[in-house]
């Protein structure tokens, strides 16, 4: 692979030393000459007895290349840093996910740095919570593979999840997108004073502003093996940027003006916390719960209650209407003979809603 013309940054990592050790400790086993070998190579730097700032003063201290990413283990993160760290921890509640903080100021891609590294992802602990958070990325990753350099103040990161064989999300993996984007929207909405935001959810994995602003999507990747499924959960949301739509703290101050009140800017730290305890209560109440009650919840927050659509395919241009999301996680929708059938996008087109194809689709198993 040829070297970017971007400079790039080092990717550090912070944990609680047990699990920064255990880290180690399972890496050591697949290291050769200090790199952990993958498609995206990462070379394990262990600077635990000292702050990474006392190493490095600025992240062009080090040599990067898109294939070979330095990932420094530290106890603090490096004074330069743009990102809240303090305010972070500070404000996350969760039991594991989000202890172990993966950081970089300008990378590749969260979610292909982690999706190239089997070896890697491997011996990283599950009680670890591994997060990966980016300032920037150059080659940020979309539906169906779409790439762009991302502007500064999107808050842009992947989530590690081991899924158990045999649990309720093994078996219905789609959900994972529908959970992160909900636990994104109501993270927000349940911060007190924020409530108002018009924040809403476009299938299949959309975060907007109202129903035609555009402000955040979700994108899963999953790989299967014995032991049952690790997904690699994405997510991208506006929160300072306001190109190149609209941004988080844009619609605030609409809020404001509109309603006459003083509600604070928000920062990503504050967004990442929130957002990572939401998500980790919805997967707990998933689990024990399954996708009933979880779909009264995400239901609440979404575009398409009662919208009329058009299908493609072989009944191109029948006007049906969507009346949910049925147990396996696919689209449904109520064609004019009061028929309610299962669709999915035709895959070519950019609007996700537009010639959708009916299938039959097996029942999810209890």
Aim: proline share 4%.
């Amino acid at each position: 692979m040829a070297t970017s013309a971007v400079q790039l940054s080092p990717t550090f990592i912070f944990s609680a030393a047990k699990i920064r050790q255990k880290m180690l400790e399972n890496l050591a086993g697949v290291l050769k000459a200090g790199v952990v070998p993958g498609e995206v190579a990462l070379q394990v730097l262990d600077w635990s007895e000292a702050p990474a700032s006392d190493k490095v003063e600025s992240s062009v201290d080090l040599a990067i290349r898109p294939d070979h990413i330095p990932l420094v283990f530290c106890t603090a993160p490096p004074r330069w840093i743009q990102f809240n760290y303090g305010q972070y921890a500070e404000l996350l509640k969760t039991k594991e996910m989000g202890r172990t903080l993966m950081y970089s100021e300008k990378t590749t891609s969260t979610q292909i740095i982690l999706t190239k590294n089997v070896s890697f992802l491997s011996r990283i602990p599950r009680e670890a919570g591994l997060v990966f958070v980016a300032m920037q990325q150059t080659e940020g990753k979309g539906r169906r593979d779409n790439q762009w350099t991302s502007p500064l103040g999107c808050l842009l990161y992947s989530v590690h999840l081991d899924v158990a064989r045999g649990s309720q999300l093994a078996q219905r993996v789609v959900f994972l997108q529908y959970i992160c984007s909900l636990a994104v929207v109501k993270g927000i909405l349940e911060m007190p004073g924020y409530e108002g935001l018009d924040l809403r959810l476009k299938w299949p994995n959309d975060i907007y502003y109202g129903d035609s602003t555009k402000i955040g999507g979700v994108l899963v990747d999953c790989s299967s093996g014995s032991w049952g499924t690790s997904a690699i959960v994405g997510c991208g949301i506006n929160v300072t940027n306001s190109q190149p739509t609209k941004c988080l703290n844009d619609i605030i101050a609409e809020c404001n003006e509109k309603n006459s009140t003083d509600l604070a800017p928000l920062f990503l730290s504050q967004v990442l916390a929130v957002s990572l305890n939401k998500f980790e209560l919805l997967l707990s109440q998933f689990e024990r719960l399954g996708t009933e009650p979880f779909l009264d919840n995400y239901y609440d927050k979404w575009l398409h209650s009662h919208t009329k659509v058009k299908l493609g395919g072989e009944h191109d241009g029948e006007e049906v209407m969507i009346v949910g999301i049925d147990d396996s996680g696919y689209l449904q929708v109520r064609r004019e003979n009061n028929e309610t059938v299962t669709v999915q996008p035709d895959g070519n087109s950019f609007d996700m809603m537009a010639g959708l194809l009916i299938v039959r689709v097996p029942a999810a198993k209890s």
